[in-house]
């Protein structure tokens, strides 16, 4: 009896193995773990004015001294950084350095200075692929110059009140009479109640120089 036909027909424990391998095939395709990130992909590093307080998770764009803080790295991560003109000038001011994190992934460098102008931090660490990473802040020391007072705004710019403005004019009381020789012989009546003709008026202020009425 020929066995040519038996050959091409697969049997029950061949047919097992096939769909077992099958099963075993997609449980690896769909229990693969994600990629892993490599050690500090997830770090950063911020550019903060000296007046910045550490840990501030945003970059001051203009600085004069500032310095560099690192968060989010791997516990005792190297980085290493660099600073260079942007764009790029032949003997621009540089510099560098590195930090070796703590356990808590969060350093800082020390205060650093540079000339005024434009220039990029790139940073890599252990494991980092490709040119580092970067970014680009500007350095400007200019002092602030006070703006001057207006005009007229400063001392001795207002006159009147007790220092200017015409002096004078009769002292006026709670019931005192005026003395004669400090006003007119019309005022005089005036003040003292007194409705009579000048002239009379100044000859009995000059023979009563009491002030009576």
Known sequence: MSTSSLSHRPGPRRGASALAALAVAGATLLGAPA??????????????????????????????????????????????????????????????????????????????????????????????????????FKVDCTPVTPTPPPPGGGPGGHHGGHHGGPHGGPPAGGGGLAHPQDFSPVAGAVAAGLV??????????????????
Do not use: M
């Not at 550490?54 to 516990?75: E, I, M, S, W």
């Not at 000859?203 to 009491?210: A, G, I, K, N, S």
């Open 35 to 136: 990629a892993v990130a490599a050690p500090g992909d997830n770090g950063d590093v911020k550019i903060h004015d000296e007046s910045t307080p550490v840990g501030l998770q945003r970059d001051d764009p203009k600085v004069c001294h500032f310095y560099l803080d690192a968060f989010n790295f791997d516990a005792n991560q190297r980085v290493s950084w660099t600073i260079v003109t942007q764009p790029p000038v032949t003997g621009g001011a540089t510099l560098s350095g590195s930090l070796v994190l703590p356990a808590s992934g969060h350093g800082r460098t020390p205060d650093l200075v540079l000339p005024d102008g434009q220039y990029k931090l790139t940073w890599t660490f252990q494991g980092a692929t490709g040119a580092g990473k970067h970014k680009v």
């Open 196 to 213: 009579v003709a000048g002239g009379v008026v100044f000859l009995r202020l000059r023979h009563r120089p009491d002030g009576a009425a």
